[in-house]
C-alpha cells in the first residue's frame, strides 16, 4: 500500500491532507504526524465532516527539532515517502533521518537555521551523493513559489516555447482581505524572517542588491493581475531565485516580486522598529526568549480568519526571450479563490497553492508519473508538463498567454534602488 507520513498540521498541512483525503487510490494509508493534538484532531475531524475520510488516517506525536524522534517514527511507520510540511528549520534533520531508515523525501521550502536569518538549499543539495547511492529520492521546494514557479520556467525551455529566455520575472499577489487587523500571509516567524531580508536579485547575471523592503523608498510598480486587481508590487527576496540562478545561468536577469498594501508596510516597519522581528534571544522574566516568536504567539492565525478570506491570489512569471530570432514575452499564471480554498479544505488560498503542489508532486512520485531518479532535485529539474497537467487536475488550473510586449516598468534594470 502507498504509505505516507505528513509532518506539519498547519494550515498547508491541513489543506494538504484534506487533497490527500480525495485521493484514496494513491494516498492509502496517511500518517500525521505534529507536535499537537488539538491541530491533529482539528484536522481529521474536518476531513470527516467533509466525507473524504476514506483512506486510512493515523496521528502521531513527533519533536522534530531532534533527529532520533524522527527515526525512531520512521522505523515505526515505514512510509514510502514523507512529506514535510512543517517549519523549514528541521529540513536537515527531517531528510538525515530518512537518509538513515531508507526513506524518500519532499518539503516545500529552503532550509533555514533558528538563530539565523536567511535560506539556503546548498546542504540539501550536498546530500545528493547520498541519497543515490541508497537509491533514495528527495524533491526539494515544491510549493507554488518556490515549487510551481520554477516548473513554469522549466516548462518554457522543455517545451521549447523559448529558444532563449533573457528575464524571469516572478509576481507574487495575494488581494484577499480577512477580519484582521495584521497578520502576515503564512507562519508570521517565517513569512516576517523573509520580509526583512536585505533584497537580491539577478541583473546582467550576477547578484545586486537593492536595500530592504521596510525602507520607505523600497523598489516598487503598480500592476493589474488578471482577476485579483491592480496592486502595489514590491522588489523582494525569494529562494526560488538562488535555485533558478544555479539552474539557468544564462538567463541574465530574475526577480521575485510580492503586493502589499502601505498600512500593511507601515505595520511591518513599526514592529522592526521596535525590535518584534528580532531573532536574538533578550531577557524577559528571568527568561530568554526570541522577540519574533513572542510576536508569533501573540499574532492572529489562519485557523482565526480562514472562514473570513474573500478575494484572489495571482502568482505567476513574465517571462522575455526569443523565439526563431524574435522577441516573445510571455505570462503564464495561476488564479486561486480565497472562499473556495475554505469551502473545499478549510484552508485559505496561500495554504491551498503551497499544498496541492506538494500533493502533486506526491502523487507522481507515488503512481510513478515522475520516474524515480535517486538524489535530490529541484523543481525545476524534474519533467514540467505532467506536473502541470496534474497540478490543473487537482485544483490549481493555470493559464499562459503572449503579451505584447514587457511591462513597462520591468523593462529596468536597476543598481541599488535606481533604474538604469
Known sequence: MNKVLVIGAGNVGGVALHKMAMMPDVFEVINLASRTRHARNRIIESISKKGLATCHFRSCFVDVSEYKPITHLLDIVKPMIVINLGPPFWNLNIMRACLACGVNYLDTACHEYPDKLGFTNREQLAMHNKFKEKGLMAQLQIGFDPGVTNVMVAYCLQEKIFDEIESVDILDCNAGKKNAVWAPNFDPEINLRELILEIHAIHDGKWTKHGQLIDRDAIHFDFKYPQAGTADTYLMYHEELESLHRSFPLIKRMRFWMTFSEEYLW????????????????????????????????????????????????????????????????????????????????????????????????????????????????????????FLKALAKNGLPWTMKTLREMPEFLKQNFRGKRAV
Open 267 to 386: 505595520y511591518l516597519r513599526v514592529l522592526h522598529n521596535l525590535g518584534f522581528t528580532g531573532i536574538e534571544p533578550v531577557d524577559f522574566q528571568s527568561q530568554k526568549i526570541q522577540p519574533i516568536q513572542f510576536l508569533k504567539s501573540m499574532l492572529p492565525k489562519g485557523e482565526d480568519f480562514n472562514s473570513s478570506y474573500k478575494g484572489k491570489t495571482c502568482i505567476g512569471c513574465i517571462i522575455h526571450g526569443r523565439k526563431n530570432g524574435k522577441e516573445l514575452v510571455k505570462y503564464i499564471y495561476q488564479v486561486c479563490d480565497h472562499e473556495k480554498a475554505f469551502a473545499e479544505t478549510n484552508g485559505n488560498a496561500i495554504g491551498y497553492t503551497t499544498a496541492v503542489p506538494t500533493v502533486t508532486a506526491a502523487e507522481l512520485i507515488l503512481n510513478g508519473t515522475w520516474p524515480h531518479e535517486p538524489g535530490v532535485h529541484v523543481p525545476e529539474s524534474r519533467p514540467a508538463k505532467v
